[in-house]
């Protein structure tokens, strides 16, 4: 099992940043691409952004330019940054990794509880 533990979430004007940790844990596992989600209410899960363990990121259109992530494989932790952010980025946060059992080489995904993420003023 991989545990995924979320943290950054809150209430912020639009035009402010926020900063969304993710930590993975857990043994006999290798932590591939990790990355964040988000559902906003009455909306499906959608992307928001990717990093594989080699630092290929992957944006959704919508927060391309404001929208950082990084992470470090030594730790596996990834990051969002988010600024210049907007009342359509409100939304609940979930952070996603993609391990690789190293007994049986399977893949498996696992989420996050998720954050929540508020834009208003």
């Known amino acids: 099992q991989v545990q995924l533990v979320e943290s950054g979430g809150g209430l912020v004007q639009p035009g402010g940043s926020l900063r969304l940790s993710c930590a993975a844990s857990?043994?006999?596992?290798?932590?591939?691409?990790m990355g964040w989600y988000r559902q906003a209410p009455g909306k499906g899960r959608e992307l928001v952004a990717t990093?594989?363990?080699?630092?290929?990121?992957n944006f959704a259109d919508s927060v391309k330019g404001r929208f950082t992530i990084s992470r470090d494989n030594a730790k596996n932790t990834v990051v969002l940054q988010m600024n210049s952010l907007k009342p359509e980025d409100t939304a609940v946060y979930y952070c996603?990794?993609?391990?690789?059992?190293?007994?049986?080489?399977?893949?498996?995904?696992?989420w996050g509880q998720g954050t929540q993420v508020t834009i208003s003023s």
């Open positions: 857990g043994s006999r596992f290798s932590i591939n691409t």
């Open positions: 990093i594989t363990s080699g630092g290929n990121t």
């Open positions: 996603k990794t993609v391990a690789r059992s190293v007994v049986t080489m399977s893949d498996f995904v696992y």
